[in-house]
């Protein structure tokens, strides 16, 4: 039995990969009781996976291999060429596919490398062997050796000088994309309930037509489509199953107009109100009937991923990167003007010509533009892509340990790479959790930048002995109110105005019955009021839908009233501390598909 091992970095991500080789090796029959895939993550432990693999009994094993699992792999399939010496151990995938001669001569337990796309090569692997040992030749099958097999690099059994011979086949054509399987179906060996928990990847594009110098899609830049047809029969298996979250891995989405238009159109026009498509596109080439289209869509039905990675022009040059940015703002403008779409923008540390004060530049920008989530990213230097070969040139120094991550460059120090990290973890604290809409841009108005405010909470966790530890939602309330107080020394009546904001994002994402200490107030709702709402709300359902048949108790513990001396909704719209008392209802159950914040409503007081 041959067996594929698929090790992921979470548990709900999942092996796009090794789903379409198995799918490719069923249709073109090869039999379940002859392979066979696994798949575990990096926090499982080792023993485990090791023994797991053991007791399968393999043939033959490949890996699956990505820059975050190189070295968990690397130390099991050590081990397990010292309990299994006589079986043959293979690696694929994007982290290996590079100057494989060299990845043998570091992990010599290894048989081979499939270089490239694994498809049709592993495929072959699992034919030759299977197949029967006649003397030395393989005999009953299409595949006599390994020779015959192009777009792999593998060692032959070591020479009479006891040194093994490397040897590279011609590389593999790429295959069209219509000639790939598709994974998710029981005809192709896969039970779509294992994957209920977890993210759905997809393609209907290899290659990028962009030359991005950080990645490594810009080696492949002819791109190649999956046909229509055969993607609106995928698109409806998925509607059908009512997957949470599709999540397509073309690298440009949007590089073709008449692709982009003919899948959204199908995911518009046959909405099951469940699903979630992400996309990463270009926001620079997205076209006036694309941005207008996507206004249709129901709030949450897709989320765009958009890499801006700086703001500085002669960086976008060093990096083969043309877009304008100012074409850009304006287009993520328009798609958050009708609040339907998550859009996720992607910022990079440690490029060329970008020192601190450019990327706070970058960042301020981004910030500006008003994303849903920003992300920090710090530049890997993958083996193979352009910037690989340039890091000389732009003195690129970087870890030896995968993810290759950048540790200093001549345009920022380690100590700027360390300050950046913190303001990344803030980042995903205070922004990214989507859970302070309220309280931050109040809070940021203190500061001279965006920036300013992410760094120097992110110094004051340091300080105070926080960073690194983690903390629960409601202490990330509490040391952000300890911040302001101790940095900003607000005058009495901000303090009061930045309570009663936090006291609303708490209560936007938290039903709680007994408010944290921390905050201060107690509800001027009196109960008898409290009472006579909900009681009218049992038989009217004013605000409450879909709360059929839960007595007025039962709503009031489901949902939460709570008053205010300061007008939030109208701060929130306009920007503006309205001094006028007004009452809010958090419905829990109704939440915001793009925040998850509850439903709210504003209340009239009673007379």
Not at 89 to 94: A, D, K, N, Q, V
Request: glycine share 6%; hydrophobic share 35%.
């Amino acid at each position: 039995m041959i067996l594929l091992v698929g090790i992921n970095a979470k548990y709900i991500h999942s092996n796009l990969g090794i789903y379409c080789i198995q799918a490719y090796a069923r249709k073109h029959g090869i039999d379940d009781s002859d392979f066979q895939i696994k798949e575990y993550t990096i926090n499982q432990e080792i023993d485990f996976i090791l023994g797991d693999i053991f007791l399968e009994k393999p043939e033959m094993i490949g890996f699956s291999c990505y820059i975050w699992n190189i070295d968990i792999v690397a130390g099991i399939s050590k081990e397990i060429h010292k309990i299994m010496p006589d079986v043959p151990i293979w690696l694929g995938g994007p982290e290996v596919s590079y100057d494989c001669n060299m990845q043998l001569k570091k992990y010599p337990w290894i048989k081979g490398i499939i270089s490239g796309e694994g498809e049709v090569s592993f495929y072959e692997l699992i034919n030759h062997y299977l197949a029967e040992t006649v003397g030395n030749i393989k005999v009953g099958l299409n595949i006599p050796g390994l020779s015959d097999i192009k777009g792999i690099v593998y060692r032959e059994d070591a020479v009479a000088s006891g040194v093994d011979n490397i040897v590279t086949n011609p590389p593999r054509e790429n295959m069209s994309m219509d000639d790939i399987p598709f994974p998710y179906t029981k005809d192709a060996g896969f039970d779509i309930d294992t994957l209920k928990n977890r993210i759905i990847y997809y393609e209907t594009s290899r290659g990028c037509p962009y030359g991005c110098s950080y990645c490594l899609s810009s080696v492949d830049k002819k791109v190649r489509f999956r046909s229509m047809a055969l993607v609106e029969n995928e698109l409806q298996f998925f509607l059908d199953m009512k997957v949470p979250q599709v999540k397509f891995v073309d690298r440009t989405f949007n590089c073709n107009h008449e692709h982009t238009m003919a899948i959204w159109k199908y995911i518009y026009e046959h909405d099951n109100g469940v699903t979630n498509f992400h996309f990463e596109l270009s926001a620079d080439l997205l076209t006036d009937e694309e941005i207008e289209y996507v206004k249709n869509f129901r709030p949450g039905l897709v989320q765009f991923e958009i890499g801006v990675q700086t703001a500085n022009s002669e960086t976008l040059k060093a990096i083969h990167r043309n877009p304008d940015l100012t074409v850009l703002k304006q287009k993520v403008a328009k798609i958050r003007k009708q609040r339907n779409i998550h859009q996720h923008l992607d910022l990079i540390v440690g490029l060329p010509y970008e020192d601190y004060d450019s990327f706070k530049n970058s960042y301020n920008v981004v910030y500006e533009m008003k994303p849903d989530q920003l992300q920090l990213g710090f530049l890997k230097v993958l083996k193979g892509s352009p910037i690989y070969y340039d890091r000389e040139k732009f003195a690129i120094v970087y870890q030896d340990r995968a993810p290759y991550e950048v540790l200093f460059t001549d345009w920022v120090s380690y100590m700027d790479v360390l300050k950046l990290k913190r303001v990344e973890d803030m980042t995903e604290r205070y922004y990214n959790s989507m859970q302070f809409e309220a309280s931050l841009p109040y809070i940021i108005s203190f500061f001279d930048t965006p920036f300013d405010f992410f760094m120097q909470i992110g110094n004051f966790y340091k300080k105070m002995g926080y960073e690194g530890i983690h903390q629960s939602r409601l202490q990330n309330y509490e040391i952000l109110l300890e911040f302001v107080l101790d940095i900003c020394k607000p005058d009495k009546r901000k303090e009061k105005v930045l309570r009663q904001l936090i006291i609303y994002d708490i209560y936007a994402r938290e039903n709680l019955k007994n408010r944290p200490i921390f905050v201060g107030y107690e509800s001027e709702i009196p109960k008898d009021e409290v009472r006579t709402f909900y009681k009218k709300e049992e038989s009217e359902h004013k605000y409450l839908k879909g709360y059929d048949g839960n007595d007025w108790k039962q709503l009031h513990r489901m949902t939460h009233l709570e008053q205010f001396d300061i007008d939030i909704q109208d701060y929130l719209k306009t920007g503006i501390i309205n001094d006028k008392k007004s009452r809010l209802l958090f419905d829990y159950k109704n939440r915001n598909p793009l925040d998850h914040q509850a439903s709210i409503y504003k209340i009239a007081f009673s007379h």
